[in-house]
């Protein structure tokens, strides 16, 4: 079993939508909690990040994190075509989220 | 203000060959680690430097070895290349301080 489970998709939705992105994990030692973004042939863009439970909103983007049932959302307002591309949650147990373990990524399309 | 950059870009060795890519980080960050990237994988942890030391190891064997520099850039080598070893190989660096990892644009290595 992989520390980080993630549903590959792909996911396609209508320009506007409401985009739910989901993992759960196994390791309850995970303290940081990340979402990045990759584009086609380029490296991973982070989205954000957060410490622990709670949730965090950055724009149009809001990132969810449920230590007790082991699972962690992004969600995503208002999606855009430009927000076509693979999404990764990763993890950290370390205090300097040195080692990051991600999941194997979700494709998402947005269609105009 | 550059981001982390790679190079090269892409690259074709032969099996049982060796490789070296190197890393530049972003500038103010003293801290790099290496992910190796299977096609419809998320990455995976290989190495960290700081201080010119490794300081963490992901599940890679000893083929896998790096090194950092006084100016902080990196390099990672890969002995006796097989053709499991293709993938796409991403550096990320951050400061210290900080959680937040920046990932480079990846070298693409192909082993045939």
């Known amino acids: 079993q992989k520390e980080v489970e993630q549903d590959p998709g792909p996911l396609s939705v209508p320009e506007g939508a409401i985009v739910s992105l989901n993992c759960t994990y196994s390791?309850?030692?995970?303290?940081?909690f990340m979402w990045y973004r990759q584009y086609s042939r380029k490296g991973p863009e982070l989205l954000m990040y957060t410490y622990s439970s709670g949730n965090k909103e950055d724009g149009r983007f809001t990132a969810q994190v449920d230590k007790s049932s082991k699972y962690i959302s992004l969600f995503i307002r208002d999606s855009q075509p430009s927000d076509s591309a693979t999404y990764l949650c990763a993890m950290s147990a370390d205090s300097s989220a040195s080692k990051i373990i991600f999941g194997s990524g979700t494709r998402l399309s947005i269609r105009p | 203000d550059a981001g982390v950059t790679q190079s090269p870009t892409h690259l074709i060795k032969t099996r049982g060959q060796q490789v070296t890519l190197r890393c530049s980080p972003k500038s103010g960050h003293d801290t790099v680690s290496w992910y190796q990237q299977a096609l419809g994988q998320g990455p995976q942890f290989i190495f960290q430097?700081?201080?010119?030391?490794?300081?963490q190891r992901g599940n890679f064997p000893d083929r896998f070895s790096g090194h950092q520099f006084p100016n902080y850039s990196s390099e990672l080598n890969v002995n006796a290349l097989l053709l499991g070893d293709s993938a796409l190989y991403l550096c990320?660096?951050?400061?210290?301080?900080?959680?937040?990892?920046?990932f480079g644009p990846g070298t693409r290595l192909t082993v045939t």
């Open positions: 990320a660096s951050r400061a210290g301080t900080e959680i937040a990892s920046y």
């Open positions: 390791n309850s030692a995970f303290q940081y």
């Open positions: 430097y700081y201080e010119e030391e490794e300081r």
